[in-house]
């Protein structure tokens, strides 16, 4: 199994909110797209009023915050993640939005009945799944006939691709996980559902500050086992620098939009 979905490792990547906080961090700084991903993938949701919408995997809830208005009139939203960390922190920060809830939902097991949502979201996690078509079974069945699905990941060929490159003389050896990503996802999404369309996110990363992609590199679980040192890390990404003092690093997201 990939190092990337065994469960304990990941439930250990995502047990507080620090490691993740540090990721985003790094595109939202640095991202060429101005627009910002979280807001590119709002762009393509088509919620209506009474919509009943449950988001799998929400992490920090960080998508919706400064969002709330997006939400149609007599909405629904129920947030969920399966780390008990991120759904005190969520809980937390939607306390006062009595049309968002928030609870601990693992997507193997959905505790929902058959029909129960106009949309269903997974952005970012679906490569984490340990038994991926189980997970979109669950996702398929508690949606209404001619409900939606939308499920942002990366591509092939980003910053997986790069930091392979980079760190393969350090003994890191990752490839992307591609358990589910831009290239494979249509094969995957349409044994479930009935349409499925894939949107790309044009971006690239321009790191200025060293440090903040260092702290990236070492905030990932696939560099708990290696003997890496910040300061030799450091040296090796700021000699990467262009002319222009930057670390130019491939970006590749985007998300699918499927129907029931």
């Not at 991926?132 to 409900?147: C, D, S």
């Not at 290696?226 to 700021?238: G, H, I, K, N």
Request: proline letters at 3%; a negative charge; glycine letters at 6%.
């Amino acid at each position: 199994m990939n190092r990337m979905n065994r469960t304990e490792l990941v439930k250990e990547q995502y047990r507080s909110t620090d490691n993740l906080n540090i990721r985003i961090t790094l595109h939202e700084k640095y991202s060429t797209n101005r627009q910002g991903f979280g807001n590119w993938i709002l762009e393509q949701y088509r919620f209506f009023p009474g919509c009943r919408i449950l988001e799998l995997g929400c992490g920090t809830g960080d998508l919706w915050e400064s969002h709330t208005d997006l939400l149609p009139a007599s909405s629904e939203l129920i947030l969920s993640d399966f780390s008990q960390g991120m759904v005190t922190e969520v809980q937390k920060k939607f306390a006062a939005c009595p049309h968002i809830s928030c609870q601990k939902i693992d997507i193997a097991n959905i505790p929902f009945p058959n029909c129960s949502f106009d949309w269903v979201i997974a952005n970012m996690m679906l490569y984490h799944v340990p038994n991926l078509e189980g997970a979109l079974a669950e996702a398929a069945r508690v949606l209404k006939p001619g409900g939606h699905f939308a499920a942002a990941t990366y591509g092939e060929h980003g910053i997986a691709d790069y930091l392979e490159e980079h760190l393969h003389a350090y003994g890191f050896s990752q490839k992307v996980n591609n358990t589910f990503t831009l290239q494979n996802g249509n094969a995957l999404l349409s044994r479930r559902f009935r349409t499925v369309e894939r949107c790309v996110y044009p971006d690239a990363l321009e790191v200025t500050e060293t440090k903040d992609l260092v702290d990236y590199i070492l905030s990932m679980t696939s560099m708990t086992n290696l003997s890496l040192d910040r300061a030799a890390l450091f040296a090796y990404f700021e000699a990467q620098k262009n002319e222009c003092g930057v670390i130019r690093i491939p970006e590749e997201y985007g998300m699918f939009l499927c129907t029931l």
